[in-house]
T-cell receptor
Framework: KNEVEQSPQNLTAQEGEFITINCSYS?????LHWLQQHPGGGIVSLFM?????KKHGRLIATINIQEKHSSLHITASHPRDSAVYIC????????????WGAGTKLIIKP | GAVVSQHPSRVICKSGTSVKIECRSL??????MFWYRQFPKKSLMLMAT?????????EQGVEKDKFLINHASLTLSTLTVTSAHPEDSSFYIC?????????????FGAGSRLTVL
């Protein structure tokens, strides 16, 4: 069964802290996406990964294909980073359809 | 980079009316678009796969007569919620795969929040 698990479900941290959000999946994938959803609902695509590591500003995403695991890191976190972060995976046998993680609600306190 | 525009971003309608949501690829052609729905405090769920020039493929449990999907051109897919009911209130998101790109490449719309009164 194709499954995606995210952790933690909720995360509250102080401004400036280093944040890590994890995503694990069950079987082989063709790609993994990290998305950000703001309180109003709007979705922003952050990264698409199939291997290795990507960096954009204070955001870093890594994926370990052997471990079937990806992490999203935020350095020097800021209150404006507060959002729900969602991991979505395209499995090899799924005809490009995405299976979504439940999301991680991140709150950064000033 | 590739941009997908969803419109409207928010819509409020009365029960029994129909609402159309557009998903438009602005600078690329998309043979395949996907429609998702997000229930409150829950994960996103794939509703259907929309292929240009052919009928959409609906996921199990999604009523095709309720949620009409039309992918009439390589840059536009529409989702029409017919005879809307308050339980249809939700957040709807589309994604598009550029023509000729790898399977991994998807661009997401920002989403549309539907409220049915």
């Amino acid at each position: 069964k194709n499954e995606v698990e995210q952790s933690p479900q909720n995360l509250t941290a102080q401004e400036g802290e280093f944040i890590t959000i994890n995503c694990s999946y069950s079987v082989g994938i063709s790609a993994l996406h990290w998305l950000q959803q703001h309180p109003g609902g709007g979705i922003v695509s952050l990264f698409m990964l199939s291997s290795g590591k990507k960096k954009h500003g204070r955001l870093i995403a890594t994926i370990n294909i052997q471990e079937k695991h990806s992490s999203l890191h935020i350095t020097a976190s800021h209150p404006r980073d507060s959002a729900v972060y969602i991991c979505a995976v395209s499995f090899l046998d799924s005809n490009y359809q995405l299976i979504w993680g439940a999301g991680t609600k991140l709150i950064i306190k000033p | 980079g590739a941009v997908v525009s969803q419109h409207p971003s928010r819509v409020i309608c009365k029960s029994g009316t129909s609402v159309k949501i557009e998903c438009r690829s602005l600078d690329f052609q998309a043979t395949t678009m996907f429609w998702y729905r997000q229930f409150p405090k829950k994960s996103l769920m794939l509703m259907a796969t929309s292929n240009e020039g052919s009928k959409a493929t609906y996921e199990q449990g999604v009523e095709k007569d309720k949620f009409l999907i039309n992918h009439a051109s390589l840059t536009l897919s529409t989702l029409t919620v017919t005879s809307a009911h308050p339980e249809d209130s939700s957040f709807y998101i589309c994604s598009a795969r550029p023509m000729g790109s790898g399977a991994n490449v998807l661009t997401f719309g920002a989403g549309s929040r539907l409220t049915v009164l």
